[in-house]
């Protein structure tokens, strides 16, 4: 199955030629690039967050593997849904998934189902697909969508399962592979409010505390969607050996548009 873009021409360009242009301008060649094991990137509409995105692809050596694990704003299909087969197809080329890979996944974690239906029009994943393609055109990915309803998403007893399941997964695979949370920060409140909000989960994100980022989310009410993906990913991120993280980008839609009254975060970091 070849997954169609759901997003393009609205959260980033429907042209190979502009989404070529406007990655040149996100996507800066760096003299040396880091190794992560995980790293987690906005997934606005470029206009808004490509900016935040492109600092880390450009930070960031992407192998040739990527688990890619995302929240499903949409809530259709299964409640944590994993794309087992086929290629997401991009203006600017198709990435493949890695169809080994994802079927380890799924043979490691009983909480996963093989679900296509989920991903069709989400865009959680699929912003991201075309800036992995320009940082390694060999790229394979196993998407990943996180439901269940937020914050917690069925409970962190299960976040914690299929975290475990995926650091079981790669380090039975044994070859260079990147973990990737997709989600925004708060959402829709003044700058002010969202700068506090946006410091308190992203401080625990540098910390490697998923409980803490968790505890934050509910107990401030902050709207930061990919709070389930990026808690999963930093508990698979620790089993795996990550000591440190290092945020490298932060910005508000503010930024850009100059309305502070309602804006959306976005936070680049790098786990290691």
Request: proline content about 6%; aromatic content about 4%; charged content about 20%.
């Amino acid at each position: 199955m070849i997954r169609q873009p759901a997003v393009a021409g609205q959260f980033y360009p429907a042209s190979a030629a502009q989404v070529e242009a406007e990655l040149s301008e996100l996507i800066r060649p760096a003299q040396a690039k880091r190794d992560a094991i995980a790293v987690v990137c906005p997934h606005a509409g470029w206009v808004y967050s490509g900016a935040t995105a492109g600092i880390v692809y450009s930070a960031v050596r992407i192998p040739n593997h990527v688990i890619m694990v995302g929240p499903n704003h949409h809530g259709i299909g299964s409640a944590y849904a994993l794309c087992d087969a086929g290629a997401w197809r991009t203006p600017i080329g198709d990435a493949p998934i890695d169809e080994p890979l994802a079927a380890e996944l799924l043979d490691n974690c009983d909480l996963l189902a093989e679900d296509q239906r989920a991903h069709v029009a989400e865009h959680s994943l699929e912003v991201q697909v075309p800036m992995l393609l320009r940082a390694n055109p060999n790229v394979r990915i196993v998407p990943v969508l996180i439901g269940g309803g937020g914050p917690e998403s069925g409970g962190r007893v299960k976040l914690r399962e299929i975290g475990a399941a995926i650091a079981e997964t790669v380090r039975d695979f044994g070859k260079p592979l990147l973990l990737l949370a997709s989600t925004d920060l708060n959402h829709y409140e003044d700058q002010e409010t969202s700068r506090i909000k946006d410091k308190l989960a992203l401080d625990a994100v540098v910390n490697l505390d998923e409980e803490a980022l968790m505890d934050r989310v509910r107990d401030m009410e902050i709207s930061m969607c990919g709070v389930a993906p990026t808690y999963i990913v930093i508990h698979a991120a620790k089993q795996l050996g990550a000591r440190c993280a290092e945020l490298l980008d932060y910005r508000t839609s503010g930024d850009v548009s100059g309305d502070f009254s309602a804006v959306v975060g976005y936070g680049g970091v790098v786990i290691e």
